[in-house]
């Protein structure tokens, strides 16, 4: 592998010896804001180191998350961790007096919650892709496909305002950066969030009214064009 | 309270996702009922208590139902007093979680195809991508008898499959991944995760698993070829 330059071994050093909280970023990763999301909310000061992911990768990137190489990775006194909802539950549990606190306290709905993310994890962000990426039946599968995780999540939101409840909580941090993808994949798939899904639609428009959130998340104009930029990268049409 | 309401656990004799769940009630002291459940002709109980995913294990405590193997583990350590399924400190609890995580993302296909896909060159990457994770996971056990230490816990739980199953799907399918002389720590730890008492109440024996792999072996090779042709083809 090429050597590190002067300044990813800086970077590098830097890191594992810094105090406090640097997140491994990519200005255009939902997965990525969640944690900056959450961060935000709790008011703990973090480091955002920008990632050069298309190109190649730092060391500190790839000493960080060696499992998967991508961000988000966030580093606690030199430590890291990997898998943005495993850093949410890091954050809830490494900072237990910061509020607001993402998950409920009852058992139940801390389940509930985690099952929603994971849900969110599963079917919207591998679905979206494969709306771009392909063409014809393959497209139309994940048009179909889309559409449905976007009603459960629009059902199971109901007339809530949070998916939390009447508090911001976890499954709202873990969908909410992916509706800036929702504009591209509307265009790919030919259809309407806010004719299929009036709810969601209201309830993104309610979560981006969070400073929060209107801080972090990107303009779905720049994900639509980054998404073009990536459909070259790939060799898409 | 809460505590004392009944718990159910609807699931199949051999699923390792089913057995996480029963393994996690079992370590924590929680009695149950299994409710077996027949998956070529699901029940009304499951679907209405899993009408989104439609699969086993679902937890029922009282009213409450909870799916997914990963969540219903944290449920139990959480609703129920107990020696505790994941680590205290923050830290070892992240890590534990990735690992677990782990599994699912990146080991359930690659695992999938490098049993079931006909020999040649695909099947032979996928053996190669799943013992490079098993590379990563013996890596994890460093020495320790069990992933958190000295004592059985949530991710030993989560890896169960690594433990057992894989040990039935090599002798029906005659992959090797395990290999006589790889992975000694994982064998060691399959050992004593299998041997422990709580464990042993809920694992299936694994003749019972190769006779089940070995009845499905011909429709699980005809699924798997057809899905990776049917992938490419998109």
Redesign the interface.
């Given at each position: 592998s090429v050597p590190a330059s002067p300044k990813q071994r800086k970077d590098r050093i830097m890191a594992g010896e810094k105090k406090g909280l640097v997140l491994l970023d990519f200005w255009v990763s939902p997965f990525a804001q969640r944690c900056r999301i959450a961060l935000a909310e709790k008011g703990l000061a973090c480091e955002s180191l920008e990632q050069e992911l298309l190109g190649d990768k730092s060391d500190l990137l790839l000493g960080s998350n060696p499992?998967h190489k991508k961000v988000p990775v966030l580093l606690?006194d030199g430590?890291a961790?990997?898998?943005s909802?495993?850093?949410l539950?890091?954050i809830e549990?490494?900072f237990p007096g910061a509020a607001p606190r993402l998950l409920p306290a009852d058992?139940?709905a801390?389940?509930q919650a985690?099952?929603w993310a994971?849900?969110v994890d599963k079917r919207v962000y591998s679905c979206g892709t494969?709306l771009w990426k392909?063409k014809g039946?393959?497209r139309a599968a994940a048009r179909a496909e889309m559409l449905e995780t976007l009603r459960?999540l629009d059902a199971e939101l109901g007339d809530r305002a949070f998916f939390g409840g009447e508090a911001f909580g976890f499954v709202d941090v873990a969908l909410i950066p992916l509706t800036s993808w929702f504009y591209s994949y509307e265009k790919h798939g030919g259809f309407s969030v806010e004719e299929e899904c009036p709810g969601l639609a209201e309830w993104a428009r309610r979560c981006g009214e969070r400073e929060s959130v209107a801080k972090v998340l990107t303009p779905p104009e720049e994900v639509h064009d980054f998404i073009c930029l990536l459909k070259k990268h790939y060799g898409v049409e | 309270g809460k505590m004392a309401e009944p718990v159910k656990l609807i699931g199949t004799l051999a699923s390792p996702f089913v057995h996480r769940a029963a393994a996690a009630l079992r370590l924590k002291g929680v009695p149950y009922e299994l409710i077996l459940e027949d998956l070529q002709s699901k029940s009304e109980l499951l679907l209405k208590h899993n009408p989104?995913h439609q699969k086993v294990p679902v937890v029922l405590?009282g009213d409450?139902a909870?799916?997914?193997s990963?969540?219903?583990m944290?449920?139990i350590d959480?609703?129920f007093d107990g020696p505790p399924l994941l680590p205290t400190d923050?830290?070892d609890?992240?890590t534990a979680?990735?690992w677990a995580?782990?599994l699912e993302q990146?080991c359930s296909r690659p695992f999938w195809l490098a049993m079931w896909l006909d020999a040649g060159e695909e099947q032979k990457g996928f053996v190669k991508e799943m013992k490079e994770n098993l590379a990563?996971l013996e890596g994890q056990l460093q020495g320790k008898k069990f992933f958190g230490g000295d004592s059985i816990g949530y991710l030993d739980v989560a890896a169960c499959g690594s433990a057992h199953w894989i040990y039935a799907f090599e002798e029906v399918t005659g992959v090797s991944l395990m290999g006589e002389n790889e992975f000694p720590a994982l064998r060691r730890w399959g050992k004593e995760y299998t041997e422990n008492e709580s464990v042993k109440e809920c694992l299936p024996a694994r003749v019972q698993l190769v006779a089940l792999f070995s009845a499905m072996k011909d429709k699980y090779k005809m699924i798997t070829n057809g899905m990776l042709h049917q992938k490419k083809n998109?």
């Amino acid at each position: 592998s090429v050597p590190a330059s002067p300044k990813q071994r800086k970077d590098r050093i830097m890191a594992g010896e810094k105090k406090g909280l640097v997140l491994l970023d990519f200005w255009v990763s939902p997965f990525a804001q969640r944690c900056r999301i959450a961060l935000a909310e709790k008011g703990l000061a973090c480091e955002s180191l920008e990632q050069e992911l298309l190109g190649d990768k730092s060391d500190l990137l790839l000493g960080s998350n060696p499992v998967h190489k991508k961000v988000p990775v966030l580093l606690h006194d030199g430590r890291a961790v990997c898998e943005s909802l495993v850093i949410l539950e890091y954050i809830e549990d490494a900072f237990p007096g910061a509020a607001p606190r993402l998950l409920p306290a009852d058992p139940h709905a801390r389940a509930q919650a985690r099952f929603w993310a994971d849900y969110v994890d599963k079917r919207v962000y591998s679905c979206g892709t494969r709306l771009w990426k392909l063409k014809g039946e393959g497209r139309a599968a994940a048009r179909a496909e889309m559409l449905e995780t976007l009603r459960t999540l629009d059902a199971e939101l109901g007339d809530r305002a949070f998916f939390g409840g009447e508090a911001f909580g976890f499954v709202d941090v873990a969908l909410i950066p992916l509706t800036s993808w929702f504009y591209s994949y509307e265009k790919h798939g030919g259809f309407s969030v806010e004719e299929e899904c009036p709810g969601l639609a209201e309830w993104a428009r309610r979560c981006g009214e969070r400073e929060s959130v209107a801080k972090v998340l990107t303009p779905p104009e720049e994900v639509h064009d980054f998404i073009c930029l990536l459909k070259k990268h790939y060799g898409v049409e | 309270g809460k505590m004392a309401e009944p718990v159910k656990l609807i699931g199949t004799l051999a699923s390792p996702f089913v057995h996480r769940a029963a393994a996690a009630l079992r370590l924590k002291g929680v009695p149950y009922e299994l409710i077996l459940e027949d998956l070529q002709s699901k029940s009304e109980l499951l679907l209405k208590h899993n009408p989104i995913h439609q699969k086993v294990p679902v937890v029922l405590h009282g009213d409450r139902a909870i799916c997914e193997s990963l969540v219903i583990m944290e449920y139990i350590d959480e609703a129920f007093d107990g020696p505790p399924l994941l680590p205290t400190d923050p830290y070892d609890r992240a890590t534990a979680r990735f690992w677990a995580q782990f599994l699912e993302q990146k080991c359930s296909r690659p695992f999938w195809l490098a049993m079931w896909l006909d020999a040649g060159e695909e099947q032979k990457g996928f053996v190669k991508e799943m013992k490079e994770n098993l590379a990563l996971l013996e890596g994890q056990l460093q020495g320790k008898k069990f992933f958190g230490g000295d004592s059985i816990g949530y991710l030993d739980v989560a890896a169960c499959g690594s433990a057992h199953w894989i040990y039935a799907f090599e002798e029906v399918t005659g992959v090797s991944l395990m290999g006589e002389n790889e992975f000694p720590a994982l064998r060691r730890w399959g050992k004593e995760y299998t041997e422990n008492e709580s464990v042993k109440e809920c694992l299936p024996a694994r003749v019972q698993l190769v006779a089940l792999f070995s009845a499905m072996k011909d429709k699980y090779k005809m699924i798997t070829n057809g899905m990776l042709h049917q992938k490419k083809n998109n």
